[in-house]
């Protein structure tokens, strides 16, 4: 599957140790927005990312000021990945904008 495309983290889903994960966790306001900065960036790994827009959907109805900006790290400067980056900065930003 890796020599098809298929990213070796999404490849490994058909191994039987791909199964689901109940994730709980405790953050205070300064990391919710450490960690939407990563997980909402398009180089995120897909699930992690689904999940930090959800929870930034939810948190932006309970806390809108403070999440107001929150979102990847590009959406306030330079995409923090440098070299690294998705060079999709102006639609991520244009679907943050909406969220």
């Known amino acids: 599957m890796v020599e098809a495309g298929i990213p070796a983290e999404d ?3 058909i191994l039987p140790n791909a199964t ?6 405790t953050m205070n306001a300064r990391e919710l927005l450490h960690f939407f900065a990563l997980r909402c960036c398009e180089r995120a790994q897909w699930e992690i990312r689904a ?3 959800e929870m930034l959907k939810l948190v932006k109805q309970i806390a809108p000021t403070i999440f107001r900006d929150a979102g ?3 959406l306030a400067g330079p995409c923090p990945e440098g070299s690294m980056t998705c ?11 909406g969220l």
């Open 87 to 97: 060079g999709r900065l102006v639609e991520v930003r244009e679907r943050f904008k």
């Open 72 to 74: 990847p790290g590009c």
């Open 20 to 25: 689901e994960t109940k994730i709980m966790m």
């Open 51 to 53: 999940m930090a827009v």
């Open 11 to 13: 490849a490994r889903y």
